[in-house]
């Protein structure tokens, strides 16, 4: 059997994020798990997950590590690895993580696999599935080095939950004495001005329809950006954009200024989970619908019936004027 460890790090606040508690879900589903945590102050974690059955609790805590950034959390993972004496480490693809835990498994001699959607037992060997060629084809891979680092992304099994307790931690030390980062701080906008909430239950997706000239043969992109931004900050909804969207910066025309290529969503953008998602002014061919795969319920707002929404792409859609259900959308959530 292999020896299977799971890594997280530990939030400002002592607890674990949802992509953790996936990770472990999947850990546990392969066997006897021993847990290591990275944090300030990693106890209310490990109490938090106490239930879970682990073997053991390993932690490295400490004022350094409170903060992400490379030296540290190398170092960390590094350490974790060689007490737990791993042969499968499993940890969420969160930025932390993605930026240290490859040069981990530089350090020991291992692999690491990224972006991983899921990973369970075939033929009695850990087999990891991920999608390549932007989403459209899913792949079945296994190693056979050892440690295999495998970092699984967010949202694609069900977390874990279960039962609170007291966990016995084990701390590891690690000497950061040589550390020459230091971390003086976080600089992020207010809450209300974040358009990308991956946690979002609505994914807002816009098309380049809203800088078009409308029925009144004029260009309402202003009006476009305030009536986005209004149902964004009243319905707590992540903000996605069409390719055609985003790439209006560059040709010259009207645009919103909310928009960026972070928010593209599609064959050549990201590929978001939420449960509900509503497309508005887009044709809803296959870039579109290859980033919206993983969305749960699809509704979208077009003024042509024959879009490609209409056949067969959305399980709702509205005939109507984006323009016009945005106004009643935002009078009602006002």
Same mark, same amino acid.
């Given at each position: 059997m292999?020896?299977?460890?799971?890594?997280?790090?530990?939030?400002?606040?002592?607890?674990? !994020?949802?992509?953790?508690?996936?990770?472990?879900? %999947?850990?546990?589903?392969?066997?006897?798990?021993?847990?290591?945590?990275?944090?300030?102050?990693?106890?209310?974690?490990a109490d938090q997950i106490a239930g879970c059955g682990a073997m053991r609790f390993l932690a490295v805590e400490g004022e350094a590590f409170a903060q992400g950034r490379y030296a540290t959390d190398a170092a960390?993972?590094?350490?974790? +690895?060689?007490?737990?004496?791993?042969?499968?480490?499993?940890?969420? %693809? /969160?930025?932390?993580?993605?930026?240290?835990?490859?040069? !981990?498994? +530089?350090?020991?001699?291992?692999?690491?696999? #990224?972006?991983?959607?899921?990973?369970? /037992?075939?033929?009695?060997?850990?087999? =990891?599935?991920?999608?390549?060629?932007?989403?459209?084809? @899913?792949? =079945?891979?296994?190693? *056979?080095?050892?440690?295999?680092?495998?970092?699984?992304?967010?949202? +694609?099994?069900?977390?874990?939950?279960? #039962? %609170?307790? !007291?966990?016995?931690?084990?701390? =590891?030390?690690? &000497?950061? *004495? /040589? #550390?020459?980062?230091? =971390?003086?701080?976080?600089?992020?906008?207010?809450? &209300?001005?974040?358009?990308?909430?991956? &946690?979002?239950?609505?994914?807002?997706?816009?098309?380049?329809?809203?800088?078009?000239?409308?029925? &009144?043969?004029?260009?309402?992109?202003? @009006?476009?950006?305030?009536?986005?931004?209004?149902f964004l900050h009243a319905a707590k909804a992540s903000l996605g954009g069409s390719k055609s969207l985003v790439d209006l910066s560059g040709e010259g025309e009207a645009v919103l200024k909310c928009m960026t290529h972070l928010n593209q969503v599609g064959q050549t953008g990201s590929t978001p989970r939420h449960p509900k998602g509503l497309s508005t002014c887009c044709h809803g061919e296959e870039p579109h619908v290859v980033g919206w795969r993983f969305i749960g319920e699809r509704r979208a707002i077009n003024l042509d019936a024959n879009c490609g929404w209409a056949r067969g792409k959305a399980d709702v859609l509205y005939v109507s004027d984006a323009f016009a259900v945005m106004r009643e959308l935002n009078r009602l959530l006002a």
């Open positions: 292999e020896r299977i460890l799971f890594l997280a790090h530990v939030e400002p606040d002592g607890s674990l !994020v949802k992509a953790a508690l996936e990770a472990l879900a %999947s850990a546990l589903a392969l066997g006897e798990v021993t847990v290591g945590l990275v944090g300030g102050s990693v106890q209310g974690a960390a993972g590094e350490a974790l +690895c060689r007490a737990a004496g791993a042969e499968l480490v499993i940890a969420p %693809s /969160t930025s932390r993580w993605a930026r240290a835990l490859p040069g !981990v498994a +530089c350090r020991l001699g291992g692999r690491v696999d #990224t972006h991983a959607a899921s990973i369970a /037992t075939m033929n009695e060997v850990p087999a =990891v599935t991920r999608w390549f060629y932007r989403q459209r084809m @899913e792949g =079945v891979l296994t190693r *056979s080095q050892r440690p295999w680092i495998v970092l699984l992304e967010p949202g +694609c099994v069900t977390a874990w939950t279960g #039962t %609170s307790g !007291v966990a016995n931690v084990e701390r =590891v030390a690690v &000497d950061v *004495s /040589t #550390t020459r980062t230091t =971390v003086i701080g976080m600089q992020a906008p207010p809450a &209300d001005e974040q358009t990308i909430r991956p &946690d979002a239950k609505l994914l807002f997706v816009a098309g380049a329809g809203w800088t078009k000239k409308q029925a &009144d043969g004029a260009v309402h992109a202003q @009006e476009a950006e305030k009536l986005i931004l209004g």
